[in-house]
């Protein structure tokens, strides 16, 4: 059975850290294919971070470069997405996904207060 299952969220000030964790289990993921996604009250869910956008490039949206890191654990079958230097405008639910089988995790809210 194919599983995404998310986890590290919780509510931080500003200036904070948080590092969530994405459990894939029932099949080997293909690194082209991950990536984290977030949404925010009354917003429209907005790619994050992808973990290989070709010859092991990472790509991250412009709201995040320089705080976020996205990176995985081969062996554990694990995606991770480290924030730093988090922001007030950073809340909201995370998802790991794989985006070639279009399967979701079940989210992690991430709040970050001022």
């Known amino acids: 059975q194919v599983q995404l299952v998310e986890s590290g969220g919780g509510s931080v000030q500003a200036g904070g850290s948080l590092r969530l964790s994405c459990k894939v289990s029932g099949y080997t993921y293909n690194s082209y294919c991950m990536g984290w996604f977030r949404q925010g009250s009354g917003k429209e869910r907005e790619v994050v971070a992808l973990l290989n956008t070709g010859g092991g490039r990472t790509w991250y949206v412009d709201a995040v470069k320089g705080r976020f890191t996205i990176s995985q654990d081969n062996a554990k079958n694990t995606l991770y997405l480290q924030m730093n230097s988090l922001k007030p405008e950073d809340t909201a639910m995370y998802y790991c996904?794989?985006?070639?089988?279009?399967?979701w995790g079940q989210g992690t809210q991430v709040t970050v207060s001022s």
């Open positions: 996904t794989d985006r070639c089988r279009n399967s």
